[in-house]
């Protein structure tokens, strides 16, 4: 028997993960996993995400379903927490507006019938985190976007179908990452 082994969860900013279109399955059967692959060649199955929780709603008709908006110095991402992910969903109800947040999930792609991809994150758990927590992952998400980015020059399987996929231009994300760092100089 084969020892099962969790995803690592990538840390992305949410202007990536909005500008991020390439979904794929990894393997034919039903369980294989689901990846969401980035501009800057991120391969995607599991996030780690902190931000701050600006809005939240209950949008169930039948149950509790809840949507919340989630910004970080780059943009906002939307999570869905319901019956599934009842612990979650539980944080989520109980947690003030705004108050910063910290996430790991799955990233989730619907295309709707006018062709628009929609991108949204099933959290598997959500916590309560101070600012520090919250700038550290700033630190941390601009660290690893700035080593995807170096990667792009390399001949990385990742970083060639990135750059085939997406043309991804080094310095948009570069700049991106430069916004997000200036944030946490305004903070203090």
């Not at 992305?12 to 794929?24: I, P, T």
């Not at 996993?33 to 949008?59: C, H, S, W």
């Not at 080593?147 to 990742?158: G, Y």
Request: proline content about 5%; some cysteine.
């Amino acid at each position: 028997m084969t020892a099962y082994t969790r995803e690592v969860a990538r840390r992305l900013f949410a202007q990536e993960f909005r500008e991020s279109n390439l979904s794929f399955k990894d393997g034919n059967d039903q369980y294989s996993p689901q990846y969401l692959f980035t501009p800057t060649g991120a391969k995607v199955n599991r996030m780690f995400i902190v931000g701050t929780l600006t809005e939240k709603e209950d949008i169930g008709s039948d149950s509790e379903y809840w949507r919340g908006r989630v910004s970080d110095p780059t943009g906002s991402f939307f999570i869905y927490a319901g019956q599934y992910q009842p612990e979650a969903a539980q944080v989520l109800s109980e947690c003030d507006v705004p108050e910063f947040i910290a996430i790991v999930g799955k990233p989730s792609t619907y295309t709707t019938p006018e062709g628009e991809i929609r991108k949204s994150i099933r959290p598997e758990s959500i916590y309560i985190v101070d600012a520090e927590t919250r700038d550290l992952w700033v630190l941390d998400t601009a660290k690893a976007t700035l080593e995807r980015l170096k990667d792009l020059s390399t001949s990385n399987p990742d970083a060639l179908r990135a750059k085939e996929h997406y043309k991804t231009e080094t310095k948009h994300y570069a700049s991106m990452v430069v916004r997000a760092l200036k944030s946490l100089q305004e903070n203090y």
